[in-house]
């Protein structure tokens, strides 16, 4: 069974950056596409970006672009997200999730971390 | 438009049925998945593939999907039904998940 198990909660400055790993346990690791999403409080679900550590293919959502950067470590079977330039409305809960393959060529969600919160507050 | 319109609240009294709809145009030939979340927890996917239902997940929760409207249907509702429901597809053109704003199923 996968279980994947991310970093603890982060108190940030505005400004800062932040950086989250998801540690990821049974299945296999590289073939599959980890994705980055986020829930800030009361809202839903808002989707990151993605890579797929095999061949270190990232994809990140636009309004994020040049502010999120993705990165996996095959060694330690994890996978990172660090958002920089923190903002007081970046303050969210951030969940990992694996990908598993749909029938029209895309993509849900089976497996998903326990959430990391992160404040940005001054 | 790429925008997946659910409603915002649904009330349900305990025994009940609840429709949950997840609206977009066209959405019919698209994969719908569905996920539940709990206050304070991860989602977990009670529907995939438009209505298959992983193991675990009570033959109360069923999905269809047709024309402009994929439908989540939970019969029977407990009180451990209560949680926020999201409908999900991937945009194959942006290589992308899509998801709806989320439905608040309450049990009266």
């Known amino acids: 069974q996968v279980r994947l198990v991310q970093s603890g909660s982060e108190v940030k400055k505005p400004g800062s950056s932040v950086k989250v790993s998801c540690k990821a346990s049974?299945?296999?690791?590289?073939?599959?596409?980890l994705t980055w999403v986020r829930q800030a409080p009361g809202q839903g679900l808002e989707w990151m970006g993605r890579?797929?550590?095999?061949?270190?293919?990232?994809n990140y959502a636009q309004r994020f672009q040049g502010r999120v950067t993705i990165s996996a470590d095959e060694s330690t079977s994890a996978v990172y997200m660090e958002l920089s330039s923190l903002r007081p409305e970046d303050t969210a809960v951030y969940f990992c999730?694996?990908?598993?393959?749909?029938?029209?060529?895309?993509?849900?969600?089976?497996?998903w971390g326990q959430g990391t919160l992160v404040t940005v507050s001054s | 438009s790429d925008v997946l319109t659910q409603p915002p609240s649904v009330s349900v009294a305990p025994g009940k049925t609840a429709t949950i709809t997840c609206g977009r145009n066209?959405?019919?030939?698209?994969?719908v998945h569905w996920y539940q979340q709990k206050p304070g927890q991860a989602p977990v996917v009670v529907i995939y593939?438009?209505?298959d239902r992983p193991s675990g997940i009570p033959e109360r929760f069923s999905g269809s999907n047709s024309g402009n409207t994929a439908t989540l249907t939970i019969t029977r509702v407990e009180a451990g039904d209560e949680a926020d429901y999201y409908c999900?597809?991937?945009?194959?053109?942006?290589?992308?998940?899509?998801f709806g704003g989320g439905t608040k199923v309450t049990v009266l």
């Open positions: 999730a694996r990908e598993l393959r749909d029938d029209s060529g895309g993509f849900y969600y089976g497996f």
């Open positions: 999900q597809v991937w945009d194959s053109r942006g290589d992308h998940p899509v």
């Open positions: 890579i797929i550590p095999t061949n270190v293919i990232t």
């Open positions: 593939y438009d209505s």
């Open positions: 049974g299945g296999t690791f590289s073939s599959y596409g």
């Open positions: 066209n959405i019919g030939p698209h994969t």
